[in-house]
């Protein structure tokens, strides 16, 4: 076998300013970008799981990814060759409120990889403490490990933009953690995941560069972050700076717009967890809906509030926007031009969610009602639970020639309590589905190609979070196949795959309150 080569081509750390002080202590890092830390070294490494397709993006062969060398580089038992690891400085708003430095508290940098004209930078998830730290140890557990590593691969194949898995790894190490934050912590195995991203800056990294008021820094980061990632960028002077940004509101929207699309639920829309290229980024407390419920929040630490649930996130972009718009002000310096290109996401937004929302009801000839019958749906689809995937999969067996009734009972499946369905409840459906078959015949399209077409959008299967659990739970008692049957199944989200039937189904009624399944702490 050959040996194993990675390519190493560090933009970031060669181009942005370091920490000038080597010592990985818990500390404020002041005018710099970045600290050098090393990882911390695992008592028995084992490689449970690795994505084949990260491996040949990287230039590795499935087999490369099951030697020793593979393990011990991605659970920091060894370095790349010629690699410095680093954690970035950032800081963000959390839950609305200005929390300063913040930081790779948990994550080390590995370097960037080049393969194939693509590069892409490796991060270490929970593999020991760095300056960011704060008061935490630095390690991830296998329960966060797994749903991280499932999760980023999964929407990726539903083609939506985020960070990537290459390896899910056990450390051999206890960690101590709070699971549901009420004073009764535990020790959980410990777990590493090796991630990767075209970049993992974040909002948070220009927001904590301006709150110093260092300027320099700020534009190094925005001029290093425009020359690499919007290269199509090519003004100069302030007006480079709000190309830049309103490129971000761009990507953001995409995004959001992804995420209702499938019922995805961030569960901490913080701008320390905000991507500047539109990626989904740092999977903790997330979610499916499965009943439609725009209240929803995974996170136990959101209950009250409910901030980051599922309806409030396309405000939270904007919000978070608002955030970096101050975070670039002093590379712009007037107000105006950053407002315009905030004043523009609502609209902008709303097209290309209508346009999303016509897409999963097969709907595309052009008509002035197809929002309100979109809202209509929306508000029908609380009246009762229904689970969200199930419905919009089994709208797309719908045809024109139905009947309301008819069409009501091929929707049956994705309703919780079908036998309890009240009358007004079953009005509303009646009156909602005799307006969607009139708009059908309106559709040139015949009913195969809108079926087909629909499910090119609406996933069959999901990560729900009783899926996660169950492999969870199976993985802590040493078993690990079910990860290896869910990472299959994830990778082809909009087909049938009529031997994984069973997983296409409404969430069991034991999941419903049971820790991990409904909502989730941002304990890892």
């Known amino acids: 076998m050959q040996p194993m080569e990675l390519h190493l081509d560090d933009r970031f750390r060669t181009e942005v300013t370091a920490d000038k002080n080597m010592e990985n202590s818990r500390r404020q890092v002041l ?37 020793k060398e593979f393990r011990d580089i991605v ?45 892409w930078a490796l991060q270490l998830k929970g593999a020991g403490e760095t300056p960011y730290s704060r008061t935490a ?38 960690v101590l953690r709070d699971v549901l934050y009420n004073g009764n912590p535990a020790y959980e195995p410990g777990a590493i995941v090796c991630r990767a991203a075209a970049s993992f800056i974040r909002f948070g990294n220009f927001e904590i560069q301006t709150a110093r008021e260092n300027k320099a820094l700020l534009q190094q980061l925005a001029d290093h972050s425009i020359r ?78 409910r901030r980051y649930r599922f309806g409030n996130q396309p405000y939270i972009g904007l919000w978070n926007l608002f955030k970096l718009a101050n975070a670039l002000f002093p590379l712009v310096e007037e107000v105006a031009p950053l407002q315009s290109i905030l004043e523009a996401y609502n609209p902008l937004f709303d097209e290309a969610y209508l346009a999303m929302m016509k897409n999963k009801l097969g709907i595309t000839q052009v008509a002035h009602e197809d929002a309100e019958l979109i809202q209509r749906l929306e508000e029908t689809l609380t009246l009762v639970e229904v689970d969200m995937t199930l419905f919009f999969r089994l709208l797309a067996r719908v045809e024109k020639k139905d009947t309301p009734t008819r069409a009501l009972n091929k929707l049956q499946t994705a ?110």
């Open 228 to 305: 690499h990632f919007y290269p199509e960028i090519k003004s100069s002077g302030k007006e480079k700076y709000l190309e830049f940004f309103q490129a971000v509101r761009d990507k953001t929207i995409d995004m959001i717009v992804h995420w209702q699309r499938v019922g995805f639920v961030h569960g901490v829309m913080n701008t320390d967890n905000m991507s500047i290229l539109g990626l989904t980024i740092d999977y903790g407390p997330y979610g499916w809906l499965e009943n439609y419920d725009p209240s929803w929040t995974p996170n136990t630490t959101d209950a009250q509030h």
């Open 415 to 524: 309703f919780y309590q079908w036998n309890n369905l009240n009358q007004e409840a079953a009005k509303h459906w009646n009156n909602w589905l005799t307006r969607y078959l009139k708009r059908l015949q309106t559709e040139t399209q015949n009913d195969a190609e809108r079926s087909a077409a629909m499910d090119r959008v609406n996933p069959k299967y999901v990560l729900r979070n009783y899926m996660a659990q169950m492999a969870i739970e199976q993985a802590s008692s040493g078993s690990y196949e079910l990860i290896d049957e869910l990472f299959r199944l994830l990778k082809k989200p909009y087909d049938e795959q009529p031997s994984q039937e069973k997983w296409f189904a409404k969430r069991p009624e034991w999941a419903r309150h049971k820790v991990g399944c409904s909502m989730l702490s941002c304990s890892s």
């Open 31 to 67: 005018d710099a970008c970045f600290s050098y830390v090393s990882p911390q070294k695992t008592s028995k490494p084992k490689l449970l799981h690795a994505a084949p397709e990260m491996l040949a993006a990287i230039g590795l062969t499935e087999e490369m990814g099951r030697t």
């Open 137 to 174: 140890d630095g390690l991830a557990v296998l329960r966060s490990s797994i749903r991280e590593y499932l999760c980023s691969e999964a929407m990726h194949h539903l083609g939506i933009p985020t960070t990537r898995a290459l390896s899910l790894s056990l450390t051999g190490d206890k």
């Open 75 to 119: 659970t920091g038992n060894a370095l790349i060759p010629d690699s410095h690891p680093y954690a970035m400085c950032y800081g963000g708003h959390q839950f609305g409120n200005w929390a300063g430095q913040l930081g790779d508290g948990r994550a080390i940098n590995l370097g960037e990889v080049v393969h194939e004209q693509q590069r």
